[in-house]
């Protein structure tokens, strides 16, 4: 098994100018409207399909800080058998599942239709935008092996530089 724990190198440092689209995207996905403890779940369960250790630890640690249960972080993973989650945190959860793994199905009419019944189409794209951004930073904390367990919660909340988000 290959050592994972030395971090290969700190992207942001290494290419500042590429981080600042998807900063951007993370800033109007925050000012989207959408709720911040439901953000931090979409981010969540992302970053476990993806297997990113360091943004399961930071989204973990940000939604206990925003007031997020311990027994609902657990569920995360096993959503679809959980009762803790509203049914519009489970037709995120569901969107994000799906894009998450888009080329395995691509986008079945049952999970937008049901995406749909609990978001507007502003609101679907925006959630979208945050499924987008979450992958792509759980790719390059996966690449560069950033390090979980060094995040503070809050830490890039007024971010001018940082690993993952």
């Known amino acids: 098994m290959t050592e994972k724990s030395e971090v290969r190198l700190d992207y942001y440092t290494v290419a500042p100018a590429a981080m600042e689209p998807l900063l951007k ?10 709720e911040p403890a439901l953000l931090e779940l979409v981010k969540l369960r992302a970053s476990i399909i993806n297997g990113c250790a360091y943004c399961v630890d930071m989204h973990t640690k940000d939604a206990r800080a ?17 009762p803790f989650f509203t049914p519009r945190e489970r037709a995120a959860l569901a969107w994000t599942d799906t894009l998450t793994r888009v080329s395995a199905a691509q986008v079945p009419d049952e999970i937008y239709n049901l995406a749909r019944e609990h978001f ?21 904390a996966i690449a560069f092996r950033a390090q979980a367990g060094t995040y503070e919660p809050g830490q890039f909340t007024h971010r001018k530089r940082g690993q993952a988000t």
Request: charged letters at 25%.
């Open 25 to 34: 995207m993370e800033q109007y996905i925050r000012s989207s409207g959408l």
């Open 66 to 82: 925003g007031g997020e249960s311990e027994q609902r972080l657990y569920a995360v993973s096993v959503w679809h058998e959980a």
């Open 120 to 140: 507007s189409e502003r609101e679907l794209v925006d959630l979208t935008m945050a499924v987008i951004a979450i992958n792509g930073w759980n790719r390059l």
